[in-house]
């Protein structure tokens, strides 16, 4: 039988969601909607960075990860004499827990487990997801506006003007490296 206290948050899945939530209070989306400019507060590198920290605070919970919160679960459920079949209940659980990132499913068993009130069966899956479910469709929704503002921001513009002299060289350049066809130097191979 496993230790029934809670874990620890799960270090990846956790450090994640937080690098996500640090990531979009220095982007000024929360209240952005599609039909706006994008913020000046997002420029390209931070909606990149948030966009990576979303994969990553989105990414669904593990096989191994599942298995572990399903055991706990169940030792759980025969500590207390609940009837809780594993056998066929881990299919039933998996199926419901798969598409959440680690550390909401880890949240939401260690809920179940600290708040149980004494009812005479293991709560569903539903039942258990719902405290969670809230957090999920926000990472969602906000991992949705980044890419949105992403496809949405105008090109950043070099702050420093283009130098004439600069210019000059490089118009030179092109010149030279692609004569003109005026000056009759180029003729055409077809006739």
Known sequence: MTNLTPTPPTQ??????QQFLRALACLDLE???PTQEVPKAATMERLEAAQRAATAALRPIGKQALAVLLDRLFSFAEAFNLKANPKALTPIYHQSFQTYPEDLVEKAVNGTLEGWKGWGRLPTPAEMLE????????????????RLAIQ?????????????KELDALMAKVRRTFPSHRDGSQTNSSG
């Open 12 to 17: 990846p899945s956790k450090a994640a969601a």
């Open 152 to 164: 949405r921001k105008p090109p950043e513009r070099d702050s420093k003007p283009i130098d004439p």
């Open 31 to 33: 209240h952005w909607t």
């Open 131 to 146: 405290s969670v479910s809230p957090e999920l469709t926000r990472r969602r929704l906000m991992e949705s506006k980044v």
